[in-house]
């Protein structure tokens, strides 16, 4: 069993930066791959960006791909997403995962077995 709990969300202006936090419990997180999922108002929930259990590969949605980065601290049992050049279309509640996607399928929500609360990031423009 992991759980997860998101931290580090807010508002900032369009071109700012943030770093997102999801800790997770349990002594088997350093064997499960992490994600970054968003869902904005009235949108279905999208991937933006995962990391392999052991952190040696990294997975990007195109639209964030260069602007966010995916890092993963085994010490600390946490995973942190930071943007940079924070655009409004980027506000959406931000969600971390773990599971044990097969290889090519980490883009999908479904691989995913644990889930934190969210936390919302609102980008004014």
């Known amino acids: 069993q992991v759980q997860l709990v998101e931290s580090g969300g807010g508002l900032v202006q369009a071109g700012g930066s943030l770093r997102l936090s999801c800790a997770a419990s349990g002594r088997t997180f350093s064997s499960y791959a992490m994600g970054w999922f968003r869902q904005a108002p009235g949108k279905e929930r999208e991937f933006v960006a995962a990391i392999s259990w052991s952190g040696s590969s990294t997975y990007y949605a195109d639209s964030v791909k260069g602007r966010f980065a995916i890092s993963r601290d085994g010490a600390k049992n946490t995973v942190y997403l930071q943007m940079h050049s924070l655009k409004p279309e980027d506000t959406a509640v931000y969600y971390c995962?773990?599971?044990?996607?097969?290889?090519?399928?980490?883009?999908?929500?479904?691989?995913?077995?644990?889930w934190g609360q969210g936390t919302q990031v609102t980008v004014s423009s």
């Open positions: 995962a773990a599971g044990k996607p097969l290889l090519g399928y980490y883009r999908h929500s479904y691989e995913y077995d644990y």
